[in-house]
């Protein structure tokens, strides 16, 4: 786990600087990767666990690695000859072979992040449970262990990979990730068979309906209805399977079972809590490239942020011994109930934040059309708009980003070197507040998110695990993406008080359904004594 955890921070820290980098230091083809990321987990996340439920543990864990290392591994070469050969590969084809390596590099880097995927689900959603004996206790000490690991590794493995591209270059950050790869592939393959040995458990593994479906597919058709006999949508699948193309047949049984997977994850005991940990997913508060840019414009230094992130990443771990310690104590829905309000509680700082002194939150530029008159007087309202705000100093063609030479990259971060143009705001309660809110949330954040997990590792039956959390995967990206259009939609500083609110609006929402999830599964509780 930890091995594979280092290697996708890493992954995912390099090949969105990459990007940049061939982009000539635009941000274009980062934005069409995290587009492509999301929209395929979102459409194939049921796929995906379908996938894992229908084979074998073994043979999805060697695949799902192999697959996603090799990409990383061939993507990496694929990059480390575009950065040496550059010039000539934009004058084949006037450029347009250009496009093609771009192309290549995306779809390879989106075939690494399904394998990912599946290998995510297969390992921290099922394998675990299995190796802990279906012990609750046992189980959330390996879920918790398995995320300090995480944020460890999202606070070390950018750094060192940051540093290899920094001190020598971006061809031997490529080979740097490249040689990691083969190393942990091997390392990790020789570890999972290791503990498939030794856990006889984990090589008995139920039957599901789709496998049974999956064998009619493939041409066995003797007595079709006893085998979906229960399953209404499997005989909807299957009607009329000699009246269509096999290619069709094929196309038309995976849009059934992607349907099957929604309806299944609608269907579970934990739907709402799952839903509200997705509903968490649409905030800007966290420390993603949004916050810490609105942060630069307030002001606040490049070191000053990476220190607040390893204060945060100090939080996350926080939340982790608290769940252990909440669920001994108080039980598992009442861990998630508190590290709800605990949440939430903390959040109100960032709302504060936004009537507090040295906001830069102008409601005026959501209302264009009342207030144009301002905007063409000397010294008026676009002198007072820019008050708190530091934008970069240049000509309109000055490209985004500047020479880079004077920036650090850090984990989906871009912090510069100088400090910001223009003269220090008013006040900085405003920033204060909000990272004070940001920061101490995490802890709540973690905790619930703990919850939810063990929630649905608890309560899923085996046979629809992979499916299931596959579908959740799927809605997590879907509301990161509505997270990413509320940005696009009020992009400049003086919105970010908005999309705060907006954030905290999600968020409760997500914390109120769990809520509801809380009170029914108290009441069954209470019915079945």
């Known amino acids: 786990g930890a091995l594979s955890m280092w290697g996708d921070r890493m992954w995912h820290f390099a090949i969105s600087v990459f990007l940049i980098e061939l982009y000539g230091h635009n941000l274009l083809l980062t934005a069409v990767f995290g587009l492509v990321l999301a ?73 690494a992040n399904l394998a990912s995927t599946a290998l995510t689900i297969a390992i921290q959603r099922d394998w675990i449970v299995v190796i802990t004996g279906y012990n609750r206790g046992h189980l959330a000490g390996m879920n918790a262990t398995m995320r300090r690991i995480d944020q460890v590794s999202n606070i070390l493995a950018p750094l060192a990979v940051g540093q290899v591209m920094t001190l020598a270059s971006n061809v031997v950050g490529c080979g740097f990730i490249l040689a990691w790869n083969l190393f942990s592939l091997i390392v990790e393959f020789f570890f999972l068979s290791r503990v498939y040995r030794i856990v006889p458990a984990l090589s008995v593994k139920p039957p599901t309906e789709l496998k049974q479906l999956n064998k009619v597919w493939e041409g066995n058709h003797e007595q079709p209805e006893t085998l979906v006999e229960s399953n209404y949508s499997s005989r909807i699948c299957l009607k009329g399977i000699t009246n269509f193309p096999q290619c069709f047949q094929r196309f038309r049984c995976l849009l059934s079972t992607c349907k099957d997977g929604w309806r299944a994850y609608y269907r579970q005991p934990v739907f709402l809590a799952g839903m509200g940990l997705a509903f968490l997913y649409t905030t800007v508060l966290g420390f993603d490239c949004i916050t810490t840019g609105y942060a630069y414009t307030q002001g606040i230094s490049g070191s000053l942020l990476s220190l607040l992130m390893g204060v945060s990443a ?85 490209p985004l980003l500047p020479d880079r030479s004077s920036i650090h990259w850090t984990n989906n971060t871009v912090l510069f070197d100088n400090d910001p143009s223009g003269t220090a705001p008013d006040s900085y309660v405003s920033i204060i507040l909000l990272f004070l809110g940001v920061i101490t949330a995490r802890i ?62 999600f968020i409760s929402t997500g914390h109120s359904m769990y809520f509801v999830y809380a009170h029914r599964a108290k009441r069954k509780h209470h019915l079945e004594r």
Not at 90 to 103: A, H, K, L, R, S
Not at 488 to 494: E, G, N, R, T
């Open 444 to 505: 709540g954040l973690w905790c619930f998110d703990l919850t939810v997990t063990q929630l649905l590792q608890e309560t899923i039956c085996e046979s629809e695990r992979g499916v299931v959390n596959g579908v959740q995967s799927s809605m997590n990206y879907l509301m990161d993406l509505l997270h990413f259009i509320m940005v696009i939609s009020a992009p400049q500083p003086q919105h970010f008080g908005i999309l705060v609110i907006i954030s905290v609006i």
């Open 39 to 111: 929209g395929s987990v979102l459409l194939l996340g049921a796929l995906i666990g379908d996938w894992v439920d229908r084979n074998p543990r073994n043979k999805v864990a060697h695949a799902s690695l192999f697959l996603q290392n090799t990409s990383v591994t061939v993507c990496s070469i694929v990059l480390m000859l575009v950065f040496l050969y550059k010039e000539r590969i934009e004058q084949i084809w006037d450029g347009w072979f250009t496009v093609v390596c771009y192309t290549v590099v995306i779809i390879l880097a989106d075939v």
């Open 314 to 398: 100090i939080t996350g771990l926080m939340g982790t011994v608290l769940f252990t310690r909440l669920r001994k104590s108080v039980g598992l829905i009442n861990t998630g109930i508190i590290s709800s309000c605990l949440h939430l509680g903390c959040l109100l700082l960032c709302v504060c934040s936004v009537f507090a002194p040295g906001s830069p939150m102008d409601l005026s530029l959501l209302m264009p059309y009342f207030s144009s008159g301002s905007y063409a007087e000397p010294g008026g309202m676009a002198n007072i708009r820019q008050k708190h705000t530091y934008p970069l100093t240049g000509g309109n063609n000055q």
